[in-house]
């Protein structure tokens, strides 16, 4: 026998396929990971724009008028969302609002965030995570 230097073929397949089987095992969690942050951080967002509402409950007794079709982030300028996979609207009068977020883009549509000025928070139509917030 000679003294070669390297791997054999049949040792770089072996090592080839543990690695495809560990990627196919961390993949579809990694990606659960993903969505799960991403839920998390829509919620926060529509968290943070219920602040926004309260805030201005606290200084004129009344919650601000917002248009179904309104720019939040115009009207409330101190609130910009985190969560890029989710598109927020939010209706006021002067004794109520409700925000909905909703969900965009691959494996989001059809998840809903509803949350309404009583603090009632819900969250369906999610692959995970449906519920309160």
């Known amino acids: 026998m000679r003294n070669s230097k390297g791997f054999s073929l049949i ?6 396929s543990i690695v495809a089987i560990l990627a196919a095992i961390a993949v579809p969690s ?14 926060s967002d529509a968290k943070a724009l219920a602040l926004q509402f309260e805030n201005r409950y606290q200084r004129a007794l009344a919650y601000p008028v917002v248009a179904a079709n309104a720019v ?10 985190a969560s890029k996979k989710f598109t ?7 004794t109520a609002y409700t925000i909905t977020v909703s969900g965009s883009g691959s494996g989001y549509t059809g998840c ?14 999610c692959s995970k995570g449906n519920g309160s917030c």
């Open 11 to 16: 040792e770089l397949l072996v090592g080839i």
């Open 30 to 43: 990694y990606s659960s990971f993903v969505f799960s942050g991403e839920l998390k951080t829509a919620q």
């Open 72 to 81: 939040l982030t115009t009207t409330f300028s101190g609130w910009s969302p």
């Open 88 to 94: 927020f609207s939010a209706v006021g009068t002067a």
């Open 112 to 125: 809903t965030i509803v949350l309404v000025e009583s603090g009632t928070c819900t969250v369906s139509g």
